[in-house]
């Protein structure tokens, strides 16, 4: 006779959400896709007789190899439809852990498992680094560097070698390193002053600011989907991406608010109208200068920033 599942077996069970939601978000950079991957998981564990959950040693194990997975097979088929994808196609950006709980600002009473951990692992450079892998160097490096899994583990997740998993991880960390060769980031603090300045020489339309804020090679990229004008590929040069600015600055429209914000666990800003989030920036800063501005206008990934 087998015992009732009790509320302490379900609180296990779902208090390996956050961890998921972690691992899912680095592994698909789409915070939508990650609780898709996430709530599969979960259908698939309640989908299991009582009797082979009961079998399972280590739930939070059983649960993290099955996310995994599911993102693995993700990954594949999300290459094919990013060729597919109108313009560049960037991470989905989120904000901080306050703003963040269920998709709704300011919403203080949702479950803290719901929250998503912001370290250097979800800058946007980084994330932006780990779209250049294949889904299996992805998958290897994050589980491996992040978040520290053994590579005997990783093998059985994977369904490779624990030698080829290793060669997958320095695969990637290769990339990695290639694409943060350059000066060291900034502090936060002057991140924060830095983007703080170039909101400001926006507004106020100085192109020489702004020109003086971003590194001579500085890429400005968006991201609007086919759903949000914008422009469809990369502007590269400072003195090009400060135009650029001057000119969405002119045509702003009315009711349209530039705020600070922590995106990505970074300094960043939002653009709102009439209230409603329709652009979120990420910023690399290196040097004391601008290098990278990511603009996300997409509205399906615009999400986790609108109320309501």
């Known amino acids: 006779m ?6 302490e077996d379900l609180r296990a069970i779902m208090g390996e959400r956050r961890h998921l939601i972690n691992l899912a978000y680095r ?6 896709e990650a609780e898709d991957a996430v709530q599969e998981t979960y259908a698939r564990w309640y989908a299991m007789p009582r009797e082979k ?30 060729e597919r994808y109108v313009g560049e196609w960037l991470p989905e950006p989120v904000p901080e852990p306050g703003e963040w709980l269920t998709g709704r600002p300011g919403d203080t009473t949702a479950d803290p498992a719901d929250r998503i ?26 589980l491996h560097d992040v978040f520290r899994y053994a590579f005997a583990e990783i093998a059985e997740i ?46 106020a339309k100085d192109i020489d600011a702004l020109v003086g804020l971003l590194d001579p090679g500085a890429v400005f990229t968006a991201d609007g989907g086919g759903l949000a004008q914008t422009v469809l590929l990369p502007i590269e040069g400072g003195e090009q991406v400060a135009r650029a600015y001057l000119e969405i600055a002119r045509v702003r429209p009315p009711g349209v608010a530039i705020l600070e914000r ?10 709102q109208q009439d209230g409603v989030t329709v652009t979120v920036f990420a910023f690399e800063i290196t ?16 999400r986790p920033w609108t109320a309501g």
């Open 2 to 7: 087998t015992s009732r599942p009790g509320h």
């Open 27 to 32: 592994l698909l950079g789409s915070l939508a």
């Open 53 to 82: 959950q009961q079998a399972v040693e280590v739930p939070g194990a059983w649960l993290t190899t099955v996310a995994s997975r599911i993102c693995l097979d993700l990954l594949g088929s999300a290459r094919a439809r990013r």
């Open 117 to 142: 951990t912001l370290d250097e692992s979800v800058n946007m450079a980084f994330l932006v680094v780990l779209e250049a892998m294949t889904p299996a160097e992805r998958v290897a490096f994050i």
């Open 158 to 203: 994977t369904g490779r070698t624990p030698a080829a998993c290793r060669q997958l991880a320095s695969s990637a960390r290769r990339r990695v390193r290639v694409g943060q060769d350059r000066a060291p980031a900034a502090p936060t603090a002057q991140q924060a002053g830095i983007v703080r300045d170039f909101k400001q020489a926006w507004e």
């Open 262 to 271: 922590t995106v990505n666990g970074q300094p960043g800003l939002i653009v």
């Open 287 to 302: 040097g004391g200068r601008i290098t990278h501005i990511w603009a996300v206008r997409n509205p399906e990934k615009l």
